[in-house]
């Protein structure tokens, strides 16, 4: 089915604390490409948070990379990131995957060995999943109220509901 080849999440959680240095380990994983907002902190949050800090933290000291490809604007990503000093793409076009592709040569990595964290099914899920990449999407920490919000998630649930189905009685954390 078209929407499972490409709009279906391989995993879905609750937050990105969920997904453990072990976890990605476990599956050959050694870079994670991440949205920022609504993924790892709220859109009010310019910097990153103590507990994120901590979650990048690990993943370093296990030797998992990372990256932030956003749809946000060049100066909220850089605020975001000027601290860490990682790879980071702003006004990405998701679901287009080029930014995806020149992070992962930045890193080192290929589609086996790299996954994708975000919010979205149709940005962050699509990309992953076009080009191959093991896509883990988290519930949006704050939404946004406006109509294209709503009309977005509203377009989601149809897959959503249909990933709970095919994982209905099987683990769904990592």
């Known amino acids: 089915m078209l929407t499972d080849k490409y709009f279906m999440p391989d995993l879905r959680l609750d937050d990105i604390y969920l997904v453990t240095p072990e976890f ?3 599956r050959g994983i050694r870079a994670v490409l991440l949205d920022i907002d609504n993924t790892l902190v709220t859109y009010d949050d310019p910097k990153p948070t103590p507990p994120v800090l901590a979650w990048l933290d690990s993943l370093k000291e296990n030797g998992i990379s990372a990256a932030f490809i956003s749809n946000n ?3 909220r990503v850089q605020t975001f990131n000027e601290e860490l000093g990682y790879f980071a793409s ?4 998701k679901p287009s995957g080029k930014c995806y592709l020149a992070a992962m040569e930045r890193l080192g990595t290929s589609a086996a060995d790299t996954a994708v964290i975000g919010d979205q099914v149709f940005t962050d899920v699509w990309s992953a999943k076009r080009l191959g990449l093991y896509a883990i999407l988290v519930k949006p920490i704050k939404d946004k109220t406006s109509l294209f919000f709503r009309f ?3 377009l989601e649930r149809p897959v959503l509901s249909r990933y709970e189905k095919k994982r209905r009685g099987t683990e769904r954390r990592p």
């Open 152 to 154: 977005k998630r509203a």
């Open 90 to 93: 702003w006004d990405s076009k």
């Open 73 to 75: 604007h060049k100066e």
């Open 24 to 26: 990605l380990k476990a």
